[in-house]
């Protein structure tokens, strides 16, 4: 299983929300400190929020976000009008995989929590090439997984959100994931990978079980 299940999709909506201030808002300042202007792709955008942060920064940059998930894609354009910039993003249904995009098109590539969800490194590879094919010139690609999202979640206030259903689709799908664990890529593992690819200018770092990867094409 590599996405959230659509009937998941409200829930985890309500999740990312509370941790716009703790996780989002941080890392989109880090991202928009990098890129001043210029075009980025976010992978696995879910509902949008890091996207959204980010071009609420600078007026100078535009947003692509891709998710397998029709039902997040629809939460993140309806997130991006709310927040008054859906006229600098654009949200899609996509496999990260198999993007539908031309060659040297994004000044950045990013995605937070997806990384997990690959369960083989070939498919990560698979990602990373088109990470590489995608980037323009001396573009970077920024993978951090798993995402400290849950860290800046207020359990108890997501919990009390939730209606009767959410919560018992959450506890099925709690369940569910038992039976499918997630693979979490160790540094080592990452480093066979990324040399199956075409960027050969990288920094890893791995702290509190959250792996950071920073790529750059030549």
Same mark, same amino acid.
């Given at each position: 299983?590599?996405?959230?299940?659509?009937?998941?999709?409200?829930?985890?909506?309500?999740?990312?929300?509370?941790?716009?201030?703790?996780?989002?808002?941080?890392?989109?300042?880090?991202?928009?400190?990098?890129?001043?202007?210029?075009?980025?792709?976010?992978?696995?955008?879910?509902?949008?929020?890091?996207?959204?942060?980010?071009?609420?920064?600078?007026?100078?940059?535009?947003?692509?976000?891709?998710?397998?998930?029709?039902?997040?894609?629809?939460?993140?354009?309806?997130?991006?009008? =709310? %927040?008054?910039?859906?006229? &600098?993003?654009? /949200?899609?249904?996509?496999?990260? @995989?198999?993007?539908?995009?031309? !060659?040297?098109?994004?000044?950045?590539?990013?995605?937070?929590?997806?990384?997990?969800?690959?369960?083989?490194?070939?498919?990560?590879?698979?990602?990373?090439?088109?990470?590489?094919?995608?980037?323009?010139?001396?573009?970077?690609?920024?993978?951090?997984?798993?995402?400290?999202?849950?860290?800046?979640?207020?359990?108890?206030?997501? =919990? %009390?959100?939730?209606?009767? &259903?959410?919560? /018992?689709?959450?506890?099925?799908? @709690?369940?569910?994931?038992?039976? !499918?664990?997630?693979?979490?890529?160790?540094?080592?593992?990452?480093?066979?990978?990324?040399?199956?690819?075409?960027?050969?200018?990288?920094?890893?770092?791995?702290?509190?079980?959250?792996?950071?990867?920073?790529?750059?094409?030549?």
């Amino acid at each position: 299983m590599e996405k959230i299940p659509g009937f998941m999709a409200s829930a985890y909506n309500k999740a990312a929300r509370i941790a716009i201030s703790s996780y989002y808002s941080p890392l989109a300042s880090e991202i928009a400190s990098q890129l001043k202007s210029g075009i980025a792709l976010d992978l696995g955008t879910g509902p949008g929020y890091l996207a959204i942060e980010i071009v609420k920064k600078t007026p100078d940059i535009r947003v692509d976000g891709i998710d397998l998930t029709p039902e997040l894609i629809k939460f993140a354009r309806e997130n991006s009008i =709310k %927040a008054g910039v859906a006229d &600098r993003l654009h /949200f899609g249904v996509m496999n990260a @995989a198999e993007l539908q995009f031309e !060659d040297n098109s994004y000044d950045l590539v990013f995605s937070t929590g997806m990384l997990h969800v690959l369960r083989t490194p070939d498919r990560v590879t698979k990602v990373l090439k088109e990470c590489y094919r995608v980037l323009k010139p001396r573009g970077e690609a920024w993978i951090y997984d798993p995402a400290k999202v849950c860290s800046g979640i207020d359990t108890r206030a997501w =919990k %009390a959100s939730l209606t009767f &259903r959410e919560k /018992f689709l959450y506890k099925l799908f @709690a369940f569910y994931a038992l039976f !499918d664990p997630p693979h979490y890529y160790t540094q080592e593992e990452v480093t066979r990978i990324i040399a199956a690819t075409g960027f050969n200018a990288y920094y890893i770092k791995q702290k509190d079980k959250e792996i950071r990867i920073k790529l750059r094409k030549p």
